[in-house]
């Protein structure tokens, strides 16, 4: 540990404890993302109470969705990689289909019964609640918004087609300001069915080649939702002194003198004073741990994104609870594919986006956003290996200007008209010296914790640096020069009081994006 | 300013006696020329791009030659301190910031203007004003000199102008297309606060595919201690609205103040009278870099429109005489504007700045905005153009409100106002921003419908080519966003390429405000916030 305590001595010291704790959880389970969830066209939901955790050690009284177990309930298959789907869990599984699907959903409430009914909505999807071995009889018991499963047990099944695909939200449609928050949501990815238009082959981790269906024109088929990677964001914030009212009232025993409520109608959801803030249930650090980390036994999903230059990253977002999010992506803009499923297209050419290019895709409770975000450093006028002319170094460009020939190469997809010009050709002290720029003397700077000790990506960038010896010295930093070596962005929130838990900073919703060099394995299961 | 120094003294020798083994800190980068623009001014016109080859100097050995596009551009400059400061709200409450301030440009910025200088122009020295904000003379004073808002140089002069010159919103940062940007950081440290030891940073908020290097972001690169310097380097990106804040813990960074405006104009401001601004961006797809081409990039920026249908090379909208500015390169004048007004929209929790100043612990969960900003100014003195000019500084006009700090003296610390004026049948771009850290604001227009033209610094294109413009009387944005919105006092013009106005909307004062009554406020007073004027002469 003492390696840490170098490291960041030069933060803000009244943000040494939780950095501590940032770098300590990061060390012990560096992993990455993807989009986990269980697959297949029958789901058995239970809706049950547990805890999640917030890294302020908070334990915090929630409901979520599971899966539900039992003699006749077939265990859950997993995508794209094994895990587990505990029997209460925020966000609920991802439910992974495929397009043309018929999707049963049996949701059993085991909900303490002061909590009542509950059920599930599928926005965008025809939902049938009748019994899917005979539809003359319905499931589950009369709700305002859809049927709902009775309390103490009760079920309702809702069958519908997964016609539409894309990313979709799913929640409880029973009083929804309180279950919601509780922790009452999901999502629903769905695959698309005809990908002939794109000519990537399926990433290790992902599930599908594309997003969407090909977009068939008049005179091709292309399909410009490929993607090489992906990931799923739900974001949601939560007022921990409703869950402490709720917690109350579902454990209160009835005695003498002590009259129990028998309903949550007398939670006070306003006024609402959210204090953490939520990207797939978890807070920052806890967000960047692994999927399935066993510590995490209701808050399965991770927020730790990883990509090469020249990746197409598919971003699915999805909002949640009440508030709008403006999630900012440092690095790049973000192509807006579909919204709910729904591709947004030229009104002239139905083969080509019309969805705007966002630097901040801003979240809003209910709706599912898909969008392609790529990062080259293209155009940055500084060639960001650090290569310098004679070192021997290629970067023969392709048509779009890209180094694409050698797929193993040190700089796959560097951008060959930056090739040779590194940052600096002369240490700290010759301004102008054949920069562009000149760097100071390391020593006036304070290092963050990804930052490598060089501007440079990639496992030649210590070495290719000129100048003072970069600093902190390799390998004592989360995204070590050594081994990762990549280049580090901030995904967050931009109404920054959300980047921190229950007034800590960081925390909240926050996590890193790693540009990877191309010759570093991302392995998305870790 | 004894005050002052007595504080500031024991934290700059503690900082740099820790931390620095070099002997000067403090150091501003602005090469005269550079690779890219081995002239270091701008070239006149862009008709597209010329190719040619760039000089690159090795450790050991000749220059090597590489193979370069010449779209123009310059070499542009600009230096900011960041520290503390002060600022006055509209109800007259004095407010404590973290903030940058200028120090380079400093009468441009004090007028409301972008304080981006040409190389040449910014390695002259400041020769404006007998003496420093702290009332220390200026010995390179030099009443009529030529460009005299060089950059603030000399480690004394750079505390004599930094401290406690934090400025609200930051200093205005203006940048064209091709041109290198070195914006260079100079941490003066925060004399109200020297138990924080803070570092700050620069992100520069939207630029694309960015190297964590320069991003700002302290977790991922560097950030810089009091008493240290630091040159951002940047290649202008794609034309644009974007803006930039500090990034050292934005939460509190942000609400506090630090955050400011970076807007990039395009090319197309520079095609040549008598050419098509559609041709010149045809032209420009011969560069991948400026290129944007659709079925290759799916994040291409500014993609040919479908029209003109005139694709002659006098075709389109001629890009004609001085005053043609457009917002983007759209190939077809429709963002063309004759006035533009950069517009930040920011919101202070007055209880959180005074706990930011008294080293109290601070609520993040707890912040409840009370004074709604536009450009760092509240209703009513979001149309004071005059201010209270304080004569002692300078020799040139300034809109800008003066602050007095701890130490007694007067600093321009709000110097943009956001009164929009325009003439009968003229158009204004509205460069909208929002760095606002706790809630989303609408910003509304009576009178003269808004047409959002881009979104996050992209045109509203689709990959078809159409613009997807909208009318609308009212925007939105959250915390990270900006959008471009053309004010268009003409309701009917004639045909291109003049789009001469036939009917002209009447002379009179319109408003630009917020819907969100209750944004209407400066705290306790009950009108005011955000709200600005637009008026039609």
Redesign the interface.
Same mark, same amino acid.
């Given at each position: 540990m003492s390696d840490f305590k170098m490291q960041i001595q030069?933060?803000?010291?009244r943000?040494l404890p939780l950095l501590a704790v940032a770098l300590i959880s990061l060390l012990t389970a560096t992993t990455w993302a993807a989009v986990p969830g269980i697959t297949g066209q029958t789901f058995n939901l239970t809706a049950q109470q547990s805890y999640v955790t917030q890294p302020d050690g908070a334990a915090v009284y929630s409901w979520g969705y599971g899966c539900a177990t039992g003699a006749n309930v077939a265990a859950p298959s997993f995508l794209p990689f094994p895990g587990f789907c505990n029997p209460m869990q925020v966000p609920g599984p991802t439910l992974i289909v495929n397009e043309g699907d018929t999707v049963v959903v049996t949701l059993t409430n085991n909900l303490p019964a002061a909590a009542g009914n509950t059920s599930i909505l599928f926005p965008g999807f025809q939902v049938s609640t009748t019994d899917p071995s005979n539809s003359a009889v319905q499931t589950g018991v009369q709700g305002l918004l859809t049927r709902e499963a009775a309390s103490g047990g009760g079920t309702v099944t809702y069958t519908f087609i997964a016609n539409k695909p894309g990313t979709h939200s799913y929640y409880s449609g029973t009083q929804s300001d309180l279950q919601v928050e509780m922790g009452l949501y999901g999502a629903v990815v769905v695959l698309p069915k005809n990908v002939a238009g794109c000519s990537n082959s399926k990433g290790e981790y992902s599930l599908a080649v594309a997003a969407y269906d090909d977009l068939v024109g008049a005179t091709s088929t292309v399909n410009?939702s490929c993607y090489d990677r992906e990931y799923l964001f739900q974001f949601a914030e939560m007022d921990p002194r409703i869950h402490t009212q709720a917690e109350a009232i579902a454990t209160c025993a009835a005695g003498p003198g002590v009259i129990c409520p028998t309903t949550m109608q007398t939670v006070a959801t306003e006024p609402y004073?959210?204090?953490y803030f939520l990207i797939n249930g978890r807070s920052m650090p806890d967000d960047m741990d692994a999927n399935y980390a066993p510590e995490y036994p209701a808050q399965p999903y991770n927020g730790n994104p990883h990509m090469h230059p020249g990746d197409?990253t598919l971003v699915r977002v999805i909002g949640t609870g009440r508030w709008?999010?403006?999630f900012?992506e440092?690095?790049?803009?973000v192509?807006v594919l579909a919204r709910d499923g729904n591709l947004l297209?030229? !009104?002239?050419?139905s083969t080509?986006?019309?969805g705007?290019?966002?630097?901040?895709t801003?979240t809003t409770p209910g709706q599912a956003l898909d969008g392609?975000f790529?990062?080259?450093?293209?155009?940055?006028?500084?060639d960001?290996y650090g290569h310098?002319?004679?070192d021997g170094s290629v970067c023969i460009?392709d048509?779009?200007?890209y180094y694409t020939a050698d797929s193993g190469a040190l700089n796959y997809y560097e951008w060959c008209?930056d090739?040779?010009?590194p940052?600096e050709?002369?240490p700290?002290?010759s301004?102008?010296?054949?920069?562009?720029?000149?760097l100071?003397?390391?020593?006036?700077?304070?290092?963050? !914790?990804?930052?490598g000790g060089s501007?440079y990506l990639g496992p030649d960038a210590t070495a290719n640096a000129?100048g003072t010896s970069p600093i902190p010295p390799a390998g004592t930093v989360v995204n070590s020069p050594t081994t990762e070596a990549g280049?580090?962005?901030?995904w967050?929130s931009?109404?920054?009081?959300e980047?921190?838990t229950?007034?800590i900073?960081?925390g909240g919703m926050l996590m890193?994006m790693l540009?990877d060099p191309p010759v570093f394995h991302i392995n998305e299961a870790q | 300013m004894r005050k002052s120094h007595h504080i500031w003294l024991p934290v700059l020798l503690v900082c740099v006696g820790t931390a620095i083994a070099s002997a000067q800190s403090f150091k501003v980068q602005c090469p005269a020329k550079t690779s890219l623009h081995p002239s270091g001014t701008a070239s006149a016109s862009f008709a597209g791009p010329v190719q040619g080859t760039i000089s690159i100097h090795p450790d050991f050995g000749s220059d090597f030659q590489l193979a370069s596009n010449d779209n123009g551009g310059a070499v542009k400059c600009q230096e900011v301190s960041g520290g503390d400061g002060y600022a006055t709200m509209a109800d007259g409450t004095q407010t404590y910031l973290f903030g940058f301030g200028p120090l380079s440009g400093l009468g441009l910025i004090a007028n409301g203007q972008p304080g981006t200088q040409l190389a040449d122009d910014f390695n002259k020295p400041y020769t404006d004003g007998p003496n420093f904000f702290n009332g220390q003379p200026n010995p390179n004073y030099d009443p009529g000199a030529p460009n005299p808002n060089g950059a603030i140089t000399d480690v004394a002069a750079i505390m004599h102008t930094g401290v406690m010159n934090a400025n609200m919103p930051a200093p205005l940062i203006a940048i064209d297309e091709d041109d290198e940007l070195f914006l260079t950081l100079t941490n003066v440290g925060m004399i109200m606060r020297p138990d924080l030891f803070e570092q700050h940073t620069i992100h520069f908020h939207g630029y694309p595919n960015a190297s964590s290097f320069y991003d700002g972001v302290p977790d991922a690169s560097v950030a810089i201690n009091i008493g240290g310097s630091f040159t951002y380097y940047y290649l202008a990106p794609d034309a644009g609205t974007y803006f930039w804040h500090c990034h050292i813990t934005p939460p509190e960074h942000l609400q506090m103040g630090m955050v400011g405006q970076i807007y990039v104009r395009p090319r197309q401001n520079r095609v040549p009278s008598g050419m098509s601004v559609y041709q010149a961006l045809v032209n420009a797809q011969g560069d991948l870099r400026i290129a944007s081409n659709c079925s290759k990039d799916i994040l291409c920026s500014t993609p040919l429109p479908v029209m003109p249908i005139d694709n002659s090379p006098s075709g389109g909208y001629v890009s004609g005489t001085a005053t043609k500015m457009y917002a983007y390169n759209d190939g077809d004048g429709s963002t063309r504007y004759d006035h533009e007004y950069p517009i930040q929209i920011h919101g202070f929790d007055p209880n959180f700045h005074f706990v930011g100043m008294t080293f109290n612990p601070e609520g993040f969960a707890d912040m409840k905005d009370k004074y709604f900003l536009l450009n760092g100014r509240s209703y009513p003195d979001t149309v004071n153009f005059q201010g209270n000019w304080d004569t002692s500084y300078g020799t040139s006009a300034t809109p800008a409100l003066y602050t007095q700090v701890s130490d007694g003296t007067n600093h321009p610390s709000q110097p943009l106002p956001t009164l929009i004026q325009l003439k009968q049948g003229e158009r204004a771009l509205l460069r909208i921003s929002d760095l606002d850290v706790t809630e989303f604001q609408t910003l509304a227009s009576v009178g003269i419908p808004m047409q959002v033209i881009a979104l996050n610094a992209r045109l509203l294109r689709d990959e078809a080519g159409n613009n997807m413009y909208y009318n609308t009387n009212s925007i939105t944005l959250g915390g990270g966003e900006s959008l471009d919105v053309i004010l268009d006092t003409c309701t009917a013009r004639g045909p291109a390429p003049d789009y001469a106005c036939t009917t002209k909307m009447p002379t009179g004062k319109y408003f630009l405000y917020t819907p969100q009554l209750d944004h209407l406020s400066n705290d306790a007073e009950n009108f005011g916030g955000l709200m600005t004027e637009v008026v039609v002469n």
């Open positions: 030069t933060s803000a010291s943000l410009p004073h959210p204090t197409l709008q999010h403006p900012h440092h690095g790049n803009h192509r297209l030229s !009104a002239s050419d080509k986006l019309a705007p290019l966002l630097f901040t801003t392609i790529y990062w080259t450093g293209k155009g940055l006028n500084w960001i310098k002319p004679g460009p048509a779009n200007g008209a090739h040779d010009k940052l050709t002369h700290y002290g301004v102008g010296s054949g920069g562009p720029a000149t100071p003397d390391a020593n006036i700077l304070a290092d963050g !914790a990804w930052y501007p000129v280049y580090a962005f901030m967050h931009h109404n920054e009081r980047i921190t229950n007034d900073f960081p890193m540009v | -």
